[in-house]
């Protein structure tokens, strides 16, 4: 990554609440928080947005949205952190999350695994999408406000995936993940 991010010592403001998040949860600062802390409006906004998102659908959907689309898009930053906040959100277990990665969603339900497959075509071909892709959501029960929320997080997990993607953002190892299943998920963003 050649931009230069704020340093620790020095962070103010919403910059400083981020740094101090991540050393609380995980003892660093990771990369990604790095990168995003030098426009910290905008991360600010990406976090409103996903504050605003979740409690239409809930934990176990955002996330299942969210590695969907991180899985679609290969992003090994998203896969781990997310893999993570599903172990702690007791969405997935470590077997469930290696097989997610593998490709196998049966560790969610038949209604999320509807969110992973809309989640993967968002972040493929949004372009090919029709009303029939809304429907299969509909059709495994979801409302319009969780359909467009449901919509919403797996665009913002495109955005902030492939900014960080972009970016050359380093990924770092993740504390609190399984190393097997570690591996699994960056294998899964190959």
Same mark, same amino acid.
């Given at each position: 990554?050649?931009?230069?991010?704020?340093?620790?010592?020095?962070?103010?403001?919403?910059?400083?609440?981020?740094?101090?998040?991540?050393?609380?949860?995980?003892?660093?600062? =990771?990369?990604?928080?790095?990168?995003?802390?030098?426009?910290?409006?905008?991360?600010?906004?990406?976090?409103?947005?996903?504050?605003?998102?979740?409690?239409?659908?809930?934990?176990?959907?955002?996330?299942?949205?969210?590695?969907?689309?991180?899985?679609?898009?290969?992003?090994?930053?998203?896969?781990?952190?997310?893999?993570?906040?599903?172990?702690?959100?007791?969405?997935?277990?470590?077997?469930?999350?290696?097989? =997610?990665?593998?490709?196998?969603?049966?560790?969610?339900?038949?209604?999320?695994?509807?969110?992973?497959?809309?989640?993967?075509?968002?972040?493929?071909?949004?372009?090919?999408?029709?009303?029939?892709?809304?429907?299969?959501?509909?059709?495994?029960?979801?409302?319009?406000?969780?359909?467009?929320?449901?919509?919403?997080?797996?665009?913002?997990?495109?955005?902030?995936?492939?900014?960080?993607?972009?970016?050359?953002?380093?990924?770092?190892?993740?504390?609190?993940?399984?190393?097997?299943?570690?591996?699994?998920?960056?294998?899964?963003?190959?």
């Amino acid at each position: 990554m050649i931009i230069s991010t704020p340093p620790t010592e020095t962070a103010e403001g919403h910059t400083a609440d981020m740094y101090a998040e991540d050393i609380a949860d995980a003892g660093f600062v =990771f990369s990604y928080t790095r990168a995003m802390a030098v426009n910290p409006a905008a991360h600010e906004a990406f976090m409103a947005l996903i504050r605003a998102i979740v409690p239409s659908i809930g934990v176990r959907v955002y996330e299942a949205t969210t590695l969907g689309a991180a899985r679609a898009i290969g992003s090994p930053h998203c896969l781990l952190a997310h893999g993570r906040k599903s172990l702690r959100a007791e969405v997935l277990n470590d077997d469930g999350l290696s097989a =997610f990665a593998r490709g196998d969603d049966s560790g969610f339900t038949p209604a999320e695994q509807a969110v992973i497959r809309y989640a993967e075509a968002l972040s493929t071909d949004p372009r090919a999408m029709t009303d029939t892709d809304t429907q299969r959501l509909r059709d495994a029960g979801y409302d319009d406000r969780q359909i467009v929320d449901i919509t919403l997080a797996a665009a913002a997990r495109n955005y902030f995936s492939r900014s960080l993607l972009a970016l050359a953002v380093p990924t770092d190892e993740v504390p609190g993940l399984d190393p097997a299943t570690a591996a699994s998920l960056l294998a899964a963003a190959e």
